[in-house]
Every structure is written in structure tokens, then in C-alpha cells.
């Protein structure tokens, strides 16, 4: 599969960061460019999200061999790799099946455990619009999501993926039938069975229940070299809360 992505050129060596679920790309438009003025950084879109090809199958073998391709075609030998939630199990995934490509590892807010299904009101409140109205307009679609999603930043988030059709009505640039239908597998735990030496950071929010101390021993048991960084006041999502703390902590471990 060939990946979307965006290219930010720096003077140094490659950096790869992949979103997560329901993300793209542009997420991370802005750290990018910071981290440009050291590394030379590629933005993914994984697949069945933003502008990369759509699959009825989504699963973390699929898509560290995307990875695996990707950086193939880009002539790229080692990189380092970078990943937020489910990017992050992409990126550990990886360094696991390809520890020769990966030149250091850092994962953003997701330990390789198995999570409790979270997003079942995003799901029922997704599948319940009718994106092709072509009458509907994108605050008619958000006031219809309120009920089940309260959360005003959680729907913003969502509707970044809704695109308009030129003969009205939307889209999404997400998959959401073949995301909902391997659901499962998105929140399933990684498979053991090997390691990877390497060096890895783990960046967790001081607010977010996704690494937490009882998840450290399966951490260890993947990644014995790792460290782990807890951002303080940050929730799940790091890099939108917390942006220069990151890209110091990644920085600083990157050097």
C-alpha cells in the first residue's frame, strides 16, 4: 500500500510520525515543522485514515509492513519512528518485526496492552449521521454528534476527517466500516513472543489512564531498554496539550 504523506526536510536524519485513531497527518502539522530544524520528517497517513488508500482489513501486521513499504519506496534504510496511540502500537509493532530499520523508538501514550473498548458512542454517533443530506451543514452535523459526544474538542477532532462532495452532501476520509469492524483488533493487545533492544522512550500524560504503572511490566517485557517520561497536565493527547514539552522530551532523547 502506497501511504500519504508529507515531506518536511531537515538537516538531519529521518523521523517518521504516524497519528492516531480517527487522526491524520496534519495532526502533527506543526510539531513537524519544529522538528524539521533537526531531522528530516515524514508525516504518515496510516491506512483507512486521511488522504491514504482505503482497506476492508486493519490490523498492526498490516500496517508496520505499510511502514515497512513506505519506507522502501522513500529509499530510507533507518529512520527514527515516532507514534501517537494507535500510531504508537504501529511504531511498536514495527520496531518489533523490523528492529534494523529503526534507529530509535519513541511512543506517545499507548502501552502494547489490550484497552477496554472506548469508543462506542463515537461509533453509534458516527453511523447515525446522514452525511450525504446535502442540505446539512458541518454545525448541523456537530450539534447532531453533541448528544453521544459531549466533548466539543473530541467532535472538532472527528470532523477534521469530514470532507465536502462537489455535488453536496460528505464524506468521511476515514474508513469507518472496516475501522468499526476491526475494532477489536485496534484495541488488542500486541503479540509477544520478541523484543526489541533498542533505545525507546515512552511519553505518557500525567492525566491520561493509557500507560499506566501496571502496564510497565509488559513494557519491559518488549522493551527492556526503555524509558518512560510523564508530561505534566497533559490528558491523552500530548502533543495538542503539551507541544513544546514533547518535542523537548523527543528532542532531547533523539540527540
Known amino acids: 500500500m502506497q501511504l500519504f504523506h508529507k515531506e518536511y526536510p531537515g538537516p538531519g536524519k529521518p523521523l517518521i510520525i504516524m497519528h492516531g485513531l480517527f487522526g491524520m497527518l496534519d495532526n502533527w502539522h ?13 508525516l504518515l497517513d496510516l491506512r483507512n485514515h486521511g488522504q491514504s488508500p482505503h482497506s476492508d482489513t486493519i490490523n498492526y501486521p498490516l500496517m508496520a509492513n505499510d ?16 507514534g ?23 511512543v506517545v501514550d499507548i502501552a502494547p496492552v489490550p484497552y477496554k473498548p472506548g469508543h462506542n458512542d463515537i461509533f453509534k454517533a458516527l453511523f447515525a449521521l446522514d452525511i450525504d443530506d446535502e442540505n446539512k451543514t458541518r454545525k448541523d452535523l456537530d450539534e447532531e454528534m453533541s448528544g453521544l459526544i459531549p466533548e466539543f474538542g473530541v467532535r472538532q477532532f ?4 469530514l470532507v465536502r462532495k462537489d455535488e453536496g452532501g460528505y464524506y468521511w476520509k476515514f474508513n469507518l466500516t472496516a475501522i468499526h469492524a476491526h475494532y477489536e483488533e485496534i484495541i488488542a493487545a500486541l503479540d ?17 489512564p493509557y500507560i499506566l504503572d501496571k502496564h510497565l ?8 531498554t526503555y524509558q518512560l ?3 505534566d497536565g497533559a490528558g491523552h493527547w500530548v502533543h495538542a496539550e503539551k507541544p513544546a514539552e514533547l518535542i523537548s522530551e523527543v528532542e532531547d532523547f533523539l540527540s
Open 67 to 82: 511502514l515497512w513499504e513506505f519506507m522502501q519506496q522513500q529509499n530510507i534504510s533507518r529512520a527514527y519512528i515516532l
Open 158 to 161: 472527528l470532523l477534521k476527517s
Open 30 to 42: 506543526n510539531l513537524a515543522r519544529k522538528f524539521s530544524s533537526q531531522y528530516h520528517v515524514y
Open 84 to 106: 501517537h496511540s494507535m500510531g504508537g502500537k504501529v511504531a511498536m509493532e514495527f520496531a518489533l518485526r523490523f528492529p534494523e530499520k529503526c534507529l530509535k523508538l519513541v
Open 192 to 208: 509477544g513472543g520478541r523484543s526489541y533492544g533498542g533505545p525507546t522512550l515512552f511519553i505518557r500524560g500525567e492525566k491520561s
Open 217 to 224: 511490566p509488559a513494557i519491559q517485557a518488549l522493551f527492556p
Open 229 to 231: 517520561e510523564t508530561i
